[in-house]
């Protein structure tokens, strides 16, 4: 049975961490549990860190296992720059 909260949006997460939603993507990215489209990997779905969820336009989006983001900023498991990247100007 799912616990209230259990679940978070990248968004929401990265809030509480003091990380953007994309900083909290590209973790998850580097780690293997996003595909380059965004979607979660395989390897996520297979290991139930992620659930999909009804947005309210009718679309569809992704929660993360809140226990499981947490273990994945621990200090010491961050070992890159997880910065947005910045566009050079032209």
């Keep these: 049975m799912t616990q209230p909260n259990e679940f978070v949006t990248m968004r929401d997460y990265g809030r509480d ?5 994309h900083q909290v ?6 780690k293997g549990y996003r595909n380059t489209d965004g979607t979660p990997t395989s390897s996520a779905r297979k290991e139930q860190v992620v659930e999909p ?3 309210d ?3 569809y989006a992704y929660r993360w296992k809140k226990s499981f983001l947490q273990q994945l900023v ?3 498991n961050v070992t890159f ?10």
């Design 17 to 21: 961490v003091h990380m953007t939603s």
């Design 25 to 30: 993507g590209k973790l998850l990215k580097a």
């Design 81 to 90: 720059p997880v910065q947005p990247e910045r566009k050079r100007p032209s």
């Design 74 to 76: 621990e200090p010491g």
């Design 57 to 59: 336009s009718g679309g």
């Design 53 to 55: 969820y009804c947005l």
